[in-house]
């Protein structure tokens, strides 16, 4: 990874100006007053339920997981698949022989 791509994935986690090399360090010349007031403000304890509403929370997530809509989408394309089969080329040879 490039080190552009993880600092911006990073960057949010701690502000630059609160986490300095010399708070961090813990040595007697800083104190880390700021750093322990950021973190105690951070929301403690797991994080909440999200709503996910529709298709993905109905069928996917959840109490209701089920694997009917992956089993409607492969029989509907097998269908739709052998009926372009029939209609394309078995109807051809159905009264005709090679």
């Known amino acids: 990874m490039h080190a552009s791509l993880v600092r ?3 960057g949010g986690l701690v502000p630059p ?6 708070l961090v360090s813990g040595d007697s010349t800083g104190p880390l007053g700021p750093l322990v007031a950021f973190y105690s403000k951070l929301p403690k304890g797991p994080s909440p339920v999200s709503a996910v509403r ?6 996917f997530s959840g ?7 992956v089993l ?3 029989g509907g ?4 698949g052998y009926s372009l089969d ?3 080329h078995l ?5 005709n022989a090679h």
């Open 77 to 80: 394309l097998w269908l739709i």
């Open 91 to 95: 109807k051809h040879h159905k009264n």
């Open 54 to 59: 529709g298709v993905k929370a109905r069928w």
């Open 86 to 88: 029939y209609q394309l």
């Open 63 to 69: 109490k209701s997981a089920s694997a009917k809509p």
């Open 8 to 10: 911006r994935t990073l």
């Open 17 to 22: 100006k609160i986490a300095t090399p010399k």
């Open 72 to 74: 409607a989408l492969i």
